[in-house]
């Protein structure tokens, strides 16, 4: 009786052994995975946030110079109109000259 005791003790004690080992060894196997991923994801975050910056500022380059192009574009609309006003006094006076060489005034 003693025996099958002590047999038994030893089996179980081997068993609660040998599943201590498969526990660890999962429990590690999951954690080299987690650590990976994690480190991973670490990277891609901080990829991420400097992406997020180079974004922002290409955003801010671009506003600056669409406010540029809007500055010359009215600074070009306002010559424009002097250029056309400029002409179309011109084109006034020289047929109110042509009138007056013929005499219509």
């Given at each position: 009786m003693a025996l099958c005791f002590c047999l038994?003790?030893?089996y179980q004690f081997?068993?609660?052994?040998e599943m201590d080992n498969t526990v660890g060894v999962e429990?590690?196997?999951?954690n080299d995975t987690t650590t990976k991923y994690t480190e991973m994801f670490m990277d891609v975050s901080e990829e991420n946030r400097?992406?997020?910056?180079v974004i922002?500022?290409?955003?801010?380059?671009n506003e600056r110079?669409?406010?540029q192009v809007n500055l010359l574009n009215e600074h070009w609309k306002g010559e424009l109109n002097?250029?056309?006003?400029?002409?179309?006094?011109?084109?006034?006076k020289d047929s109110g000259v042509n009138n007056n060489v013929s005499g219509k005034e």
């Open positions: 038994t003790v030893g081997y068993l609660v052994r429990l590690q196997r999951y400097n992406l997020k910056l922002q500022q290409f955003k801010t380059e110079l669409y406010k002097k250029v056309n006003d400029e002409l179309f006094d011109l084109k006034n």
